[in-house]
T-cell receptor, first 115, second 110 residues
Framework: GAVVSQHPSWVICKSGTSVKIECRSL??????MFWYRQFPKQSLMLMAT?????????EQGVEKDKFLINHASLTLSTLTVTSAHPEDSSFYIC???????????FGPGTRLTVT | QKEVEQNSGPLSVPEGAIASLNCTYS??????FFWYRQYSGKSPELIMF????GDKEDGRFTAQLNKASQYVSLLIRDSQPSDSATYLC??????????FGGGTRLMVKP
């Protein structure tokens, strides 16, 4: 399958700071990228969907001013958690889709811990 | 009510047995269904997808789709301890986005 990378794989930051997570599709062009959050022992929660060059579409209850998403190219999307708080500590996973639903691959995830 | 429902488990099967994982969905417009495997602390990886009614086999895995009854299942033959993971079922919604179920935790005991 295709490869989607995320960086960093884990990050610890202090409360009030901002953290940027990068998601790259390495061997295909991702028309759509998705950002998920997963708390321990819970399922994936879709946060937002972004198409290259367009503003992201956020799911209900997700603060767009707190979770800034930029999808500047067909291979790169970034998620910035602004003014992070301990309750933002979670596993953040991006997913990139090519031309079909079966061509949707997940990145390895980024574990964020806010102290 | 969630659009895609799975029993959270854990489903425990002995090594070598058949593990049967089930999923029901409420959106009759869903056409495509996907099974992902997620190991603890890792991100999901696609195992299989199925679009048509009936069975689709790939190695030890068989996906089954019954659109009339709105259920999807995944059978894992000759289960191995390495199959122990959470299995996520997903279907496409009207916006052609994937809607995930809560996942079923499978434990294969040696």
């Amino acid at each position: 399958g295709a490869v989607v990378s995320q960086h960093p794989s884990w990050v610890i930051c202090k409360s009030g700071t901002s953290v940027k997570i990068e998601c790259r599709s390495l061997d295909f062009q991702a028309t759509t990228m998705f950002w998920y959050r997963q708390f321990p022992k819970q399922s994936l929660m879709l946060m937002a969907t972004s198409n290259e060059g367009s503003k992201a579409t956020y799911e209900q209850g997700v603060e767009k001013d707190k979770f800034l998403i930029n999808h500047a190219s067909l291979t790169l999307s970034t998620l910035t958690v602004t003014s992070a708080h301990p309750e933002d500590s979670s596993f953040y996973i991006c997913s990139a889709r090519g031309t079909s639903l079966s061509e949707q691959y997940f990145g390895p995830g980024t574990r964020l811990t806010v102290t | 009510q969630k659009e895609v429902e799975q029993n959270s488990g854990p489903l425990s099967v002995p090594e070598g047995a058949i593990a049967s994982l089930n999923c029901t969905y409420s959106d009759r417009g869903s056409q495509s269904f996907f099974w992902y495997r997620q190991y603890s602390g890792k991100s999901p990886e696609l195992i299989m997808f199925i679009y048509s009614n009936g069975d689709k086999e790939d190695g030890r895995f068989t996906a089954q789709l019954n659109k009339a009854s709105q259920y999807v299942s995944l059978l894992i033959r000759d289960s191995q301890p390495s199959d122990s993971a959470t299995y996520l079922c997903a279907g496409n919604n009207a916006g052609n986005m994937l809607t995930f179920g809560g996942g079923t935790r499978l434990m294969v005991k040696p």
